[in-house]
């Protein structure tokens, strides 16, 4: 594109990277680590994203994919997206030290699942197989809940009573394409009931609406967060389907391929909530080497929300300094 070359720039969405729960996780098993020493074992990634990831590894954190590789009387930390009371039940028989660090939005739904499945209500989780929350949630009650894995999988769905059915859903989805899959579902269970409050969580929702925002303006979009991290990986979707021109998803600055960037003015930045802002300074600092200096913050929202500490954690915390006092 001729004589464009003087107008690039970066339009960079806020709200973007770390939510509160995230925050939560990651200092949950810095602290750990501080006050016990490593090792502290971690059951699956504390939050999806590799960089977070590698640096709790290099401070003396071990991730495993299941209680049973912890030693015995070990201390292991339970990720933000949370377990089953299956995966509580196998930590205590194997007599483990256990810190919490399911994000409360995450405990929320799981409560929301017990007491509908104590009502004898069919639950309809909408989620994506396989997701560690998704199997968390599950795991409640497992004779009650059924995945609905997006709109494609509604027809599948049979319910005992059509009168007694709720919907759930994991908190990382698109909110449109949830909330179109709740559309399917009404058609199909008109008295289909909705969770007491909004299920996807504030941050999804914030950066979903943050990118909608920056996507129509821009020929380029990239979100930085991991392949596993859902949230991620909707930030890219939900681009595209409101104008991006193109949108690619990395964990760093060295994975952009320069080849996007042709014939490319504005280039939107964004990151999903697990990720460290550093890692997109990272990126909009190799944007500017290639000329793309002018970087525009486009807020739609701002986030306060602050969640406390794991409760084992704070006990833990307040019995050391009154032992070293």
């Not at 995230?22 to 994203?49: C, F, M, Q, T, W």
């Not at 909608?212 to 991620?232: C, E, F, H, T």
């Not at 060295?254 to 990272?282: H, M, N, Q, R, Y």
Request: proline residues 4%; charged residues 25%.
């Amino acid at each position: 594109m001729e004589g464009v070359t003087d107008n690039k720039r970066v339009l960079l969405a806020a709200p973007r990277g770390y939510c509160a729960g995230v925050d939560r996780a990651v200092v949950a098993v810095e602290k750990a680590l501080e006050l016990h020493g490593p090792p502290i074992y971690v059951r699956k990634e504390i939050v999806h994203n590799r960089h977070v990831v590698s640096s709790l590894q290099a401070k003396g954190a071990i991730f495993v994919d299941e209680t049973d590789a912890v030693p015995e009387g070990a201390t292991v930390i339970f990720s933000a997206h949370g377990v089953s009371p299956a995966v509580h039940a196998a930590a205590e028989r194997r007599m483990l030290k256990t810190i919490d660090a399911t994000c409360p939005l995450v405990t929320k739904v799981h409560k929301e699942a017990v007491r509908f499945a104590s009502d004898d209500y069919d639950i309809l989780l909408i989620g994506h197989q396989g997701h560690e929350e998704v199997e968390g949630t599950a795991g409640e009650a497992p004779e009650h809940i059924q995945l609905v894995d997006g709109p494609s999988d509604v027809a599948n769905v049979t319910v005992r009573d059509p009168e007694k059915v709720v919907w759930l859903s994991q908190t990382t989805l698109s909110v449109d394409e949830t909330m179109e899959t709740v559309r399917l579902l009404r058609e199909k269970f008109p008295k289909l009931y909705d969770p007491p409050s909004d299920d996807i969580c504030y941050a999804t929702q914030n950066r979903q609406v943050a990118v909608k925002k920056i996507a129509a303006d821009s020929d380029l979009v990239i979100v930085v967060g991991s392949q596993n991290s859902s949230n991620s990986v909707r930030l890219v979707e939900v681009a595209l389907q409101h104008g991006a021109g193109a949108s690619y998803r990395v964990d760093y600055a060295a994975e952009i391929d320069e080849s996007w960037l042709d014939g490319v003015v504005t280039v939107g930045v964004t990151s999903g909530a697990s990720v460290p802002d550093v890692l997109v300074k990272d990126v909009v600092a190799w944007l500017a080497e290639r000329g793309y200096g002018e970087v525009e913050e486009v807020v739609t929202a701002e986030e306060d929300l602050l969640f406390s500490l794991p409760k084992e954690l704070r006990r833990d915390m307040k019995a050391k300094a009154a032992s070293s006092s």
